[in-house]
């Protein structure tokens, strides 16, 4: 079964520390995996795709196959990285993606 | 584009009584996908469509809910009878198989409360 898990429900660092929000699944195939961002007072959107091996907004997260891992990092936290941080899986074939159920991140000052 | 639109905003009403959420995905895109957002559960999918077709209704909760998308443009979430455990906060998605990326453009959510 396609499962998604992160363990921390509220990451709390402070400006400028690194943070890593770990991202585990489960999942038999070869899975694309997602991080998506909620920022206070708007929508849910795509952060970043591990297809794309890109880093957005000085994150980045690589995929783990042996620890079937996704952690999102970033080596200096900013005020505005504070928001809610889902990571997602899509399986192969079909369109459905299955969430986690979010890590919110609290960069302190 | 004005994205993913989803009415109504906030929805207040007593328990037994039938709430109907709205969805209009983006124009163009022909998957749709609604989820339910909760602090203990977090983001789960309860169902999605393909070309209006539902593919997966896996995640409905009991028969009491159900999800309707008569056409490309609009997509419907009714609960009937609602129950206060039915509060959340429901999501509107969409996206296009065209692509290749499978992105999901989330509309604002509606926020339900059940009393």
């Known amino acids: 079964a396609q499962r998604v898990t992160q363990p921390e429900k509220l990451l709390s660092v402070f400006k400028g520390a690194p943070v890593e929000l770990k991202c585990n699944y489960s999942y038999s195939g070869s899975p694309e995996l997602f991080w998506y961002v909620q920022y206070s007072r708007q929508r849910l959107q795509l952060l970043l795709r591990?297809?794309s091996r890109e880093s957005i907004k000085g994150f980045t997260a690589d995929l783990n196959k042996g620890e079937t891992s996704f952690h999102l990092k970033k080596p200096f936290a900013q005020e505005e990285d504070s928001a809610m941080y889902y990571c997602?899986?899509?399986?192969?074939?079909?369109?459905?993606?299955?969430f986690g159920a979010g890590t919110r991140l609290f960069v302190k000052a | 584009d004005a994205g993913v639109i989803q009415s109504p905003r906030h929805e207040v009403t007593e328990m037994g009584q039938e709430v109907t959420l709205r969805c209009k995905p983006i124009s163009g895109h022909n998957s749709l996908f609604w989820y339910r957002q909760t602090m203990m559960r977090g983001l789960e999918l309860l169902i999605y469509f393909n070309n209006n077709v539902p593919i997966d209704d896996s995640g409905m909760p009991e028969d009491r809910f159900s999800a309707k998308m008569p056409n490309a443009s609009f997509s419907t979430l009714k609960i009937q009878p609602s129950e206060p455990r039915d509060s959340a906060v429901y999501f509107c998605?969409?996206?296009?198989?065209?692509?290749?990326?499978?992105?999901?453009?989330f509309g604002p959510g509606t926020r339900l409360t059940v009393t």
């Open positions: 997602a899986l899509k399986g192969t074939g079909g369109f459905k993606t299955i």
């Open positions: 998605a969409s996206s296009s198989t065209s692509t290749g990326t499978y992105e999901q453009y």
């Open positions: 591990h297809i």
